[in-house]
């Protein structure tokens, strides 16, 4: 065979693109179960760091087992806050994707009863739009059903230095302690502000050059949580 001839080059080179495909599909299938699994151990850790059981930079091998331990219940509720008793195990809900794909009327909308160190927790997951595409996150409310303990919050491609910074420390404790009803017992969420949120309880400051980011995750937490306030009233009453 004239290894100099068109024939030869043209079918080297599909002979190459034919063994090299069949080797990524086959790593790309070996692999599925370990990205699988990846993928649930940094959905617990997000979950367990609202409720300080695990650190954000945590070893998320252990977030199984702490999972296990501290998540005493699940609930799925529908858009009207009432709970779904036929509904997927809350854990299996992906609510990125029913965000982007589903109408809110057709979502549902998970609830993680946590207890640590005697203290019952409620874990709100949420998704909402940043400036870039979409943000997430996980906000724990204290026994209470009002008190906000921890906060969990990422991004998929806001600006580093300004909308990203949601996903740090520095924006997040802004909401531990504050409260998403007021003295008469209305929920007024917590808000994102521009600026001023200083002795707010119902607010925190926004990202300084993030407006629309800041504004994405005010209209997240208000909308998500919001869903949830028909049963925690029922609850306290």
Not at 40 to 49: D, F, G, P
């Amino acid at each position: 065979m004239n290894k100099d001839s068109n024939v030869f080059t043209f079918g080297f080179a599909i002979a190459m693109v034919v063994v090299v495909g069949t080797v990524l599909a086959v790593a790309a299938m070996g692999l599925k179960d370990r990205q699988k699994a990846n993928v649930q151990q940094e959905k617990m850790k997000n979950i367990l760091s609202t409720i300080g059981a695990m650190k954000a930079d945590g070893d998320r091998s252990k977030a199984k087992g702490l999972f296990d331990k501290h998540v005493v219940e699940q609930k799925v509720f529908n858009a009207e806050g009432e709970i779904m008793e036929d509904a997927p195990e809350a854990f299996k809900i992906d609510v990125r994707k029913e965000y982007k794909s589903l109408p809110q009327s057709k979502r549902h909308y998970p609830l993680y009863v946590c207890e640590k160190d005697g203290e019952t927790y409620y874990v709100i997951p949420m998704v909402g739009t940043g400036l870039w595409g979409p943000i997430w996150g996980y906000i724990a409310l204290e026994g209470d059903m009002e008190t906000i303990y921890g906060t969990s919050f990422d991004h998929k491609g806001e600006t580093p230095g300004l909308g990203a910074e949601i996903s740090q420390s520095s924006f997040q404790e802004q909401f531990e302690g504050k409260t998403i009803f007021n003295q008469e017992g209305k929920f007024v969420s917590v808000g994102v502000l521009k600026s001023g949120a200083e002795g707010n309880k119902h607010a925190v400051d926004g990202i300084t050059g993030g407006t629309i980011t800041s504004k994405g995750v005010d209209e997240m937490i208000d909308r998500t949580i919001g869903t949830y306030v028909p049963y925690f009233k029922t609850k306290k009453a």
